[in-house]
């Protein structure tokens, strides 16, 4: 037997548990517009400069941030340390990934040298993983979500605050 009133208070009490759960991620923030949003991140296996393996295949089930970035890249040089914090305070969330267009490797070691980076790094000598993640200007970020489907671009425009908006509705 249902007393008067009850369902009512129930169905009020479950809206209001939605209401709250959906609210407390925020939603995506404006991407870069990009081919790749809403498709299958391009996968790689690559040394990073710390010489472990890296195949992006194995991240499957996290939420992954991938930078380009390189030393003669102004722009970039002023957004690695906020990617560094970003990666300090999310890490555990999410895999970061850094991808240097540098053409030798001194130059990016020089990078983490430099601004005390911490998440791993493969060097793209020959430009293919630019190729593949259709890098078209720099700095540029890609967040995929835990199938691996690009759902995120943060290009020149894109803010530090933008990335971690994205970085905080994906995870």
Known sequence: MVRPGVPDVLARAVLV???AVAGC???????????????????????????????TSTLRGQVVVVKFFA????????????????????????????????????DAQSQVDAYGLTFPIVVDQD???????RVREMPVAFIFDRQGVVRWVGGPEQTGSDLATALRSLR
Request: net charge negative; hydrophobic share 35%.
């Open 17 to 19: 548990i939605i209401v």
């Open 71 to 106: 030393k003669w890249c102004e722009p970039c040089q002023r957004t690695l340390p906020e990617f560094e914090q970003l990666h300090r305070e999310h890490g555990l969330h999410a895999a970061f990934l850094g991808i240097s267009e540098d053409e030798r490797t001194p």
């Open 127 to 133: 430009g293919i993983l630019a190729a593949r993640f």
């Open 25 to 55: 991620r925020p939603s995506l923030p404006p991407s870069a517009p990009h081919s790749l949003i809403g498709k299958d991140a391009p996968a790689f296996a690559r040394s990073t400069l710390d010489g472990d393996e890296l195949d």
